[in-house]
C-alpha cells in the first residue's frame, strides 16, 4: 500500500480490515496493531466454540508477534454471528495482552453488515449492532485509487492462484518436448520474466515453459528472488501468480513459493498463505516455503529482505 492507512475509530477499523487482508474475512479473529516501528495485522480461524485449549493457542499466536515487534496498542475484530463466542475470546484475550503491557482500544464484533462491541468485563451485556458498509468508506476509495483488490472472501482470494486447468494442459505438453534446465537458465529466466514485467504482458506458452521447466533448480528460482524489489513486488506478483495457475504438479511448489515471496514483499500476507497452501499441497517440507510460512508467522516485515539481501550469499542447496 503506497499510503499508510490510520484508522481512528471502530468503523475506521471495519473499513480497514479488508484492505489489508485483501478480502472479507468471515469466522474469523482480526487483529490490527499500532505504535511499533513496524506495524502488522494478522488474521486467524475463530477457536472452535467451548474449546478453551484453542482459545488459548489464537491468544498466543497473536500476543507473540505483538510481543516481538513492540507493539504498544491493539484492536481486535471478531467476524462471527455467535455473540458468547466473541464475548469468551475478549475475555480471554484483553486481559493476556494487558498482562503484556498491551492495551486493547476495542473489541468489536461484525456480522452480515453490521457490528458492535464487545464487552471487555465478563457478563457485560454487548451493546446494539450498528449497520456498517466499507464500500463507501474514504480508505476503500484510496484502495480502488491505488489499484488494491479486495475480494469478497479468502476462497475468492485462493482462486487467483487457483489451477487453470486449460493452461496447465498446454505447458504441460510444452515442458515435455525441454530438454533438462542448465546453469544457462538463470539469464534466460530473468530476461523473460523482466520482460513480462516491463511490458504488462501475461507470459506467453513458450516462454511460461521454459520458465517452468528452470524454476525447479535452487540458483534458477533463487535468482527470481533477488530480481524481485518493493517498488516492482506487484509486477513480479503477477507474473508469477499467472506462471502458478498454469504450473504442472513437479513444479508447483517453487512456483508457488516465489509467488508467496513476491506476495510478501507486496504486503499481500494473506496471498502469501493461499501460494503456500499450494506449495504444501505437492510439498509439505518444501525449504523457501517453510521459511516464509515462518517469516509470516512471525510477523516479519517485507523490508527485512531488502535489508539484509545484498549481504546474503546466494544458497547452493535445495
Given amino acids: 500500500m503506497t499510503t499508510t492507512l490510520v484508522p481512528r475509530g471502530p468503523e475506521d477499523f471495519l473499513a480497514v480490515v479488508p484492505i489489508v487482508l485483501g478480502f472479507h474475512p468471515e469466522e474469523s479473529v482480526v487483529m490490527l496493531t499500532f505504535g511499533a516501528a513496524r506495524s502488522f495485522h494478522a488474521r486467524l480461524d475463530l477457536p472452535p466454540p467451548g474449546d478453551d485449549d484453542a482459545v488459548a493457542e489464537a491468544v498466543g499466536l497473536l500476543l507473540a508477534p505483538s510481543r516481538r515487534h513492540e507493539v504498544e496498542?491493539?484492536?481486535?475484530?471478531?467476524?462471527?454471528?455467535?455473540?458468547?463466542?466473541?464475548?469468551?475470546?475478549?475475555a480471554a484475550l484483553v486481559p493476556a495482552f494487558a498482562a503484556d503491557g498491551i492495551p486493547v482500544i476495542d473489541v468489536l464484533r461484525a456480522h452480515d453488515g453490521r457490528w458492535c462491541t464487545v464487552p471487555?468485563?465478563?457478563?457485560?451485556?454487548?451493546?446494539?449492532?450498528?449497520?456498517?458498509d466499507v464500500t463507501h468508506h474514504p480508505f476503500a476509495a484510496r484502495a480502488v485509487f491505488e489499484g488494491r483488490v479486495t475480494h469478497g472472501s479468502r476462497e475468492e482470494l485462493r482462486a487467483t492462484v487457483a489451477p487453470d486447468p486449460g493452461r496447465r494442459?498446454?505447458?504441460?505438453?510444452?515442458?515435455?518436448?525441454?530438454?533438462?534446465?542448465?546453469?544457462?537458465?538463470?539469464?534466460?529466466v530473468g530476461d523473460l520474466v523482466a520482460g513480462w514485467v516491463a511490458t504488462g504482458a501475461d507470459p506467453d506458452d513458450e516462454g511460461a515453459?521454459?520458465?517452468?521447466?528452470?524454476?525447479?533448480?535452487?540458483?534458477?528460482?533463487?535468482?527470481?528472488?533477488?530480481?524481485?524489489?518493493?517498488?516492482?513486488?506487484?509486477?513480479?506478483?503477477?507474473?508469477?501468480?499467472?506462471?502458478?495457475?498454469?504450473?504442472?504438479?513437479?513444479?508447483?511448489?517453487?512456483?508457488?513459493?516465489?509467488?508467496?515471496?513476491?506476495?510478501?514483499?507486496?504486503?499481500e500476507g494473506?496471498?502469501?498463505?493461499?501460494?503456500?497452501?499450494?506449495?504444501?499441497?505437492?510439498?509439505?517440507?518444501?525449504?523457501?516455503?517453510?521459511?516464509?510460512?515462518?517469516?509470516?508467522?512471525?510477523?516479519?516485515?517485507?523490508?527485512?529482505?531488502?535489508?539484509?539481501?545484498?549481504?546474503?550469499?546466494?544458497?547452493?542447496?535445495?
Fill in 169 to 188: 494442459v498446454r505447458w504441460r505438453t510444452l515442458l515435455e518436448a525441454l530438454t533438462c534446465a542448465g546453469p544457462e537458465d538463470v539469464a534466460r
Fill in 120 to 132: 471487555m468485563r465478563a457478563g457485560a451485556d454487548e451493546s446494539p449492532l450498528l449497520p456498517y
Fill in 270 to 318: 494473506a496471498l502469501a498463505w493461499c501460494a503456500l497452501d499450494r506449495c504444501f499441497e505437492v510439498d509439505p517440507q518444501h525449504r523457501l516455503g517453510t521459511c516464509l510460512a515462518e517469516c509470516l508467522a512471525r510477523a516479519v516485515p517485507p523490508s527485512t529482505w531488502a535489508e539484509v539481501s545484498d549481504d546474503e550469499p546466494r544458497s547452493d542447496s535445495a
Fill in 209 to 267: 515453459a521454459l520458465v517452468l521447466r528452470a524454476v525447479t533448480r535452487t540458483d534458477v528460482r533463487d535468482a527470481a528472488l533477488y530480481a524481485v524489489t518493493r517498488e516492482a513486488a506487484r509486477d513480479h506478483l503477477r507474473v508469477w501468480r499467472a506462471l502458478l495457475r498454469g504450473a504442472p504438479d513437479p513444479q508447483v511448489p517453487d512456483t508457488a513459493a516465489v509467488t508467496a515471496f513476491c506476495a510478501w514483499q507486496s504486503g
Fill in 73 to 90: 496498542h491493539v484492536a481486535f475484530i471478531v467476524y462471527s454471528d455467535d455473540a458468547p463466542q466473541a464475548a469468551r475470546l475478549a
